[in-house]
């Protein structure tokens, strides 16, 4: 027999000879049964340990000069686009008249021939067909009393309509339909603008704006500034020839602050499509918002409060540690791609809204039931969108829901635990056939 080693006092598994053990049909039994409970927990621990849980926090924005991007796609079906200009301005000071980047219209047909679409053009300041290139080099149009244009292709002329508008614009004047300008009627704009009246136009891109607070608002007309009050030309929009005028309803089939989540990444966190609280964070409100109105001196006006939001996925901190530029977003980046991190982050925005509208006659809501509620008279007709920053943020990040360690004392838990009871099991069902066998035999 080999001799004992100094570890044989600290055995706390104690052994039993093999002549000294009973096996039994019973043991046998909860043997089977407590091996298949012990691989199911098993797997049950594996898949939590495997499991990607999104674990949110709230945090102040210390970001700072950062921009956000605005995507929108909202249809006017009772409006021209050559009548419709956006604008963007907010509280530093930073205005952009007559958005031209990153924004296309698109000319729809009447209602009464059922909207579809008839020409997509991209904004731009100077298309090919206005740049006048079939003009004598020598040709100086005239601005017809107004300033040249800064931005003029030749400097002190307006050799197109497009700069005589500008030109306008630029001294605050109302420009009418062009019919008595002689860059307009080469152009045929009267005519152009006369075969547009009973369309619709859908307008539908991206804008790049300062994360602060602003506004940015569709209405009808050439918009300048005057003096400290942001004016429209609504000559056209008022001396419209089409029946009943036109009118701002408007569908808003999508509009975003930032990035939205990709397909997949929204079944896998939200449960192929469920209501959970991803999904739930990044429903856009506004999405699919329709308004009708037949009154052409009306007024939409949407405020929005918007919070930033990011989101980590598992891993990012090791990319990110590779990558010190991803803690910085490049401005420099293509409309359309900014708020997305190298290392699979993403900045984006939710946000909720509160809507109101109302006629620019002013007038109660007698017809609500509300005659204690009174409307402002004046105002510029169109669809105004305000918007706020919170100063929290909201990080959703994804975590493992088990570290590795663990998921090896649940292992450990589950083999365990299982163990022992099957033990008491199987030691409960041995004293019970014990005694039912001595309680059998003394009857007999």
């Avoid at 930033?308 to 977003?329: D, F, H, I, V």
């Avoid at 493992?400 to 292992?411: C, I, P, Q, W």
């Amino acid at each position: 027999m080999a001799g004992k080693s100094r570890f044989t006092k600290l055995d706390a598994f104690t052994k039993t000879v093999e002549d000294a053990r009973i096996r039994t049909t019973s043991g046998g039994i909860v043997t089977i049964v407590s091996l298949l409970v012990v691989l199911f927990l098993s797997w049950g621990e594996w898949r939590d340990y495997r499991k990607v849980v999104i674990h949110p926090e709230l945090v102040v924005d210390k970001g700072r000069g950062e921009r956000m991007e605005i995507h929108l796609n909202i249809t006017f079906p009772k409006v021209p686009c050559e009548l419709l200009t956006l604008d963007v301005m907010d509280v530093s000071g930073e205005q952009q008249h007559g958005v031209q980047h990153g924004v296309k219209k698109i000319r729809l047909r009447p209602q009464s021939e059922g909207g579809g679409e008839i020409d997509a053009k991209i904004l731009s300041l100077h298309a090919a067909d206005e740049s006048a290139t079939h003009l004598d080099p020598s040709y100086c149009g005239p601005c017809y009393g107004a300033p040249a244009p800064y931005n003029a292709k030749k400097p002190g002329c307006c050799s197109t309509c497009e700069e005589v508008r500008e030109a306008y614009a630029q001294a605050s004047w109302a420009f009418g339909d062009g019919a008595t300008m002689e860059q307009c009627q080469r152009e045929h704009y009267t005519e152009r603008l006369a075969e547009q009246r009973h369309e619709g136009c859908r307008i539908e891109g991206g804008l790049r704006v300062n994360k602060v607070i602003g506004n940015f608002h569709i209405a009808p007309g050439r918009s300048f500034s005057n003096g400290n009050m942001h004016v429209h030309d609504l000559a056209q929009w008022w001396s419209t020839p089409v029946p009943g005028g036109h009118s701002f309803s408007h569908i808003i089939h999508s509009l975003r602050f930032g990035p939205q989540l990709p397909d997949d990444l929204v079944r896998k966190l939200g449960g192929n499509g469920k209501n959970t609280l991803w999904t739930n964070h990044h429903l856009n409100p506004l999405d699919n918002t329709k308004q009708e109105t037949d009154d052409p001196n009306y007024n939409f006006m949407y405020f929005v409060k918007i919070v930033p939001t990011s989101y980590l996925p598992l891993g990012w901190e090791k990319q990110a540690a590779q990558n010190k530029a991803t803690w910085e977003q490049d401005h420099s980046v293509g409309l359309g791609a900014y708020g997305y991190g190298s290392d699979g982050s993403m900045e984006t925005h939710q946000y909720s809204v509160t809507s109101h509208k109302r006629s620019l006659t002013g007038g109660d809501d007698s017809k609500e039931g509300h005659g204690e509620r009174l409307h402002s008279r004046g105002g510029i007709p169109g669809v105004f969108f305000s918007y706020d920053i919170s100063p929290m943020k909201v990080v959703n990040r994804e975590e493992r829901a088990k570290s590795f360690l663990g998921f090896l004392a649940g292992l450990c838990a589950v083999v365990g635990g299982t163990l022992t009871v099957a033990a008491a099991v199987d030691r409960g069902l041995f004293e019970g056939t014990v005694r039912l066998k001595k309680l059998r035999s003394k009857d007999n």
